[in-house]
């Protein structure tokens, strides 16, 4: 248990470091994009690679926020549960999540897989778009071990750390 949750600390530590890059190169080709349509030159594209970006900019925090308890939660009802109902629950919560983000990331794992097999391209610059698909599945997969380790916590009774 314990070499599972370095490997997840290490796997979203990697994927945020890479999500913030990601960031920083969304803002720069959006602002520059914005900068010279003022000069009536701008990115052609643009529009397209940002929205790549974006997307992995999601997927890879998906994992970590999941790490950091850093989404909304309502538990106006669930407060008020013993201690003991309140980790059963858990567990099954983040049992099934987990199970449901294993299945999604299956899914855009195969569809990158059709994607890159059948040699499609990006709609406007007609560039190979699969490296993004699998990074997306990439942070899917991070999120999934991460509600693994989660449901084995909740399991073994351990705080969240």
């Not at 549960?81 to 794992?109: C, E, S």
Request: charged fraction near 15%.
């Amino acid at each position: 248990m314990k070499y599972l949750v370095r490997l997840n600390n290490f796997l979203n530590k990697i994927m945020i470091i890479l999500g913030g890059i990601s960031v920083l190169c969304l803002m720069t080709l959006a602002t520059g994009n914005v900068v010279l349509r003022i000069f009536q030159a701008p990115f052609g594209g643009a529009y397209e690679i940002v929205s790549f970006i974006g997307a992995m900019v999601i997927a890879f925090a998906l994992g970590y926020t999941q790490k950091m308890k850093n989404h909304i939660v309502v538990d106006i009802l669930t407060e008020k549960f013993p201690k003991k109902l309140h980790r059963v629950l858990d567990a099954v919560n983040y049992f099934v999540t987990m199970i449901f983000f294993g299945l999604i990331t299956w899914q855009i794992l195969a569809y990158a897989l059709k994607v890159q097999q059948t040699g499609e391209l990006s709609e406007t610059l007609k560039i190979i778009y699969y490296p993004f698909v699998y990074s997306v599945s990439a942070g899917f997969a991070v999120l999934t071990l991460t509600l693994l380790v989660d449901f084995l916590n909740s399991l073994l009774g351990k705080e969240e750390n």
